[in-house]
């Protein structure tokens, strides 16, 4: 199992039953290998589905349905399309329960960097405001350092803000830190992963929850 | 019964300086056979509103490597860096919204409202320039709606008036699209007779919508 | 043929085939009998219906389809039926071509008052400022004065105004009106009135068209 | 699964003082099972938002006459001359708007949109105390969303999972009202199993919904 995939298996565990759950591109996308069999989540998809199932089998894909990435998708039963208006409406309005996103970077405080490289040639905002203002929760996936190593939990965010509203949990490879009104706070550790680890790589300060704990390593299982 | 037209007729309504809405998520939902005939006319400084801008040199993306696209509106241009590359270039101005601003916009042009305040986008480069304003503790910025001379959108199904209906996650922002033009022009998979589409599923009814378009094999 | 009736019938001769109309309650309610036979409407009722047919034969009416008016009707083939955001966003979004309303005055800028008498146990407004200040044209059917021989068209609103919105044509027993930006035009007379009368019975200033006709008081045919 | 629940145990979540949003154009869509549950509570001080307010001793009408209702929220109480009395009386308090404002306002509210500028009632009584400002030379006046508590609305038919669809011109405030409480209980005729309903055709996604119950042969 891939390090993203276990990030993705740890957002899933912390889904409940019932909920409704937007996911962003990327890890995010994973989660839906993983929901806990005991329960039933119901995945929307801001270009106009809710109930988005499994991806198609080999040459079954239907160009007219895809998910918010492009990506063929299937639907279950009980499923809906709407159009684009009425989607984000469900999103700003608070009827998703569970947004799983990806970021650039997170601060501090637990605001989230994920729409714009200034400069670069990614000139696109989507739906990452909207998911991030109008979700009841946010979940954050990404790997815990960017590629040269630097940290994407930081003081201050470098690339431009997403939305001031704070996430509820970022999930990395190698720990999970919850966010309250005055920061974030380390919940636990990845299994092998040693505390002293999670401070050098994360430039953001944080607290230590006091059951603080390591997460076992035990496959097919979520940790909540 | 709606007028069924040809795609080249559809856009003569499209003239220089237009400001024109195209329905679709990416290709999915796009009328691809208008954007055709749109591509074989010399039509220019064109405004677009539309999520995003095809991708390079097809659909939407040949207007803009022909830089016959003055402005686009939309929420995701990223699959399609050419416009990036045009816009850093100062050849083609962009306004970029949340893709929930975008469709909520569109909505409040095609319904008659002038403006509403959305909590999205606030204490971000988006606001640059709105109004902002608090409404129970909450920061809300101001977004005036949008409407266009000429929507081309892509149907599933319409029956001879002009009702419609869509087909999947290819209903998009074709219906919000259909209420905010002066000119709507959709094309469509079929026509149907009147009466075969139920009054309880039609999604578009047929006073938006002026003439009918019927798909063809398309080039992008 | 009542006078009622008459009015009616004038007000169906001045619509156009593919018109989308909205009928209010009472004369207009009338119109919907006497659409000429050569052109196609279709009617638009707010609280969620585009395509309203007749009434229903006795002992046929459908208890979940009624108008605004909360009479039973029937549908059209290729009618449907939306919300009522979506309904109002279709007469404020300028969707509808044209009301036909009642109204309790008219003033001589052409601006109506029919929704409020001040004091009455009448607590409502209902569509009525939605369909003035939405619908592209707008015309008024009211018989020329009230119960007691007071002027309807009158210099100065005496009950609350319903929109600031000019409406473009008013069809009295007795005579019509087209309206531009400086005010009232007289343009036709009902078969056998006089001037005169119509100078009597009209306290608002009105000008009088160049080609001003007596209409014909030919059954079956509109004027138009 | 969404919970089915009894009439009598929908009403629970109506406490005194609560804003509660009643589908329904007169009695065409009104959840009467509902209302018929509700009155034979000794809940009060309620704010209602309703396009009217039921007939004298009728529906929301049997609430007014029993001075339950603090507040109504609606456009068109004319049907319900108690309701112009106990106005009058100082008993009622009323907040009178044009029907497609009403309508936008509960939308707005469902949708995550503080306020919006409509055109109409401009220049009108109804604008009094409202904020007036014009865009491209026209006069708009500024309406805050509205949201409630409890949604008491009704559908034909649910499924399993509370996804609905409405008949004729039943639907009318019903799909919106949705959209805008807290907590949205739905009155149904029938329902059905997962995957009856074509995705296609559903009105309000289940999301929506918290709560289904199912009609009762009632007594107003």
Redesign the interface.
């Known amino acids: 199992m891939s390090i993203k995939n276990d990030i993705a298996k740890r957002a899933a565990a912390s889904l409940k039953d019932g909920d409704i759950v937007n996911l962003g591109i990327g890890i995010p996308t994973l989660v839906a290998d993983y929901i806990p069999e005991n329960i039933m989540v119901f995945l929307h998809s801001e270009n106009g589905i809710l109930g988005v199932g499994p991806t198609p089998a080999e040459g079954m894909a239907d160009k007219n349905l895809v998910n918010a990435g492009k990506l063929p998708v299937t639907v279950e039963k009980g499923a809906s399309f709407f159009d684009s208006a009425s989607s984000f409406g469900m999103i700003r309005g608070g009827h998703v329960d569970v947004s799983i996103l990806g970021v650039l970077e997170v601060d501090e405080r637990g605001r989230v960097a994920n729409w714009s490289v200034p400069g670069k040639s990614v000139l696109g905002v989507g739906g990452a405001m909207d998911l991030l203002e109008g979700s009841k929760k946010v979940i954050v996936t990404t790997l815990h350092t960017a590629k040269k190593g630097d940290a994407k939990i930081v003081k201050t965010l470098h690339y431009p803000i997403t939305s001031e509203r704070q996430v509820d949990l970022i999930i990395t490879d190698l720990a999970v830190f919850e966010v309250d009104s005055e920061g974030l706070i380390l919940t636990e550790l990845s299994p092998g992963v040693k505390l002293k680890e999670v401070k050098e790589k994360t430039e953001a300060a944080f607290r230590l929850k006091e059951d603080l704990i390591t997460r076992e390593s035990k496959r097919g299982e979520g940790a909540e | 019964m709606k007028k069924l037209i040809t795609p080249q007729e559809a856009v003569t309504y499209i003239k220089d300086g237009c400001r024109v809405m195209v329905g679709g ?5 796009c009328p691809l056979t208008l954007v055709d005939a749109l591509l074989d006319t010399a039509v220019k400084d064109l405004e677009i509103i539309s ?1 995003n801008l095809g991708e390079p040199g097809k659909g939407l993306g040949a207007l803009v490597r022909q830089q016959r696209v003055r402005k686009g509106i939309g ?5 399609n ?1 050419e ?3 045009s ?2 270039r100062g050849e083609l101005e ?1 306004e ?9 916009a ?21 606001a640059a320039g709105k109004e902002e ?1 608090v ?2 503790n ?3 910025i101001l977004q ?1 709606a949008l409407k266009a001379d000429v929507a081309l959108i892509k149907a599933c199904q319409a ?3 002009g ?1 419609l ?12 699209m259909a ?2 033009a002066k000119i709507v022009i959709a094309e469509i998979d079929e026509m149907v007779p ?2 075969e ?1 139920s ?5 578009t ?4 919508v002026d003439f009918l378009v019927l798909k063809e094999a398309g080039r992008t």
Chains 1, 3 share one sequence.
Do not use: C, M, W
């Open positions: 998520f990416g290709l999915v939902g999520n929420s995701y241009f990223t699959s860096p416009v990036a590359a816009y850093h962009v970029l919204l949340p893709q929930g601003t975008l469709s909520e569109i909505r409040a042009g095609g319904a008659g409202i002038a403006a509403f305040y959305t909590p999205v986008g606030a204490g971000t480069e988006i304003r409404f129970s909450q920061k809300f005036e029956d001879e008036l009702n209906i869509y087909t999947k996650s290819a209903r998009n922002f074709n219906p919000i209420t905010a009147i009466g589409l009054p309880e599923h039609i999604v009814p047929h006073l938006f």
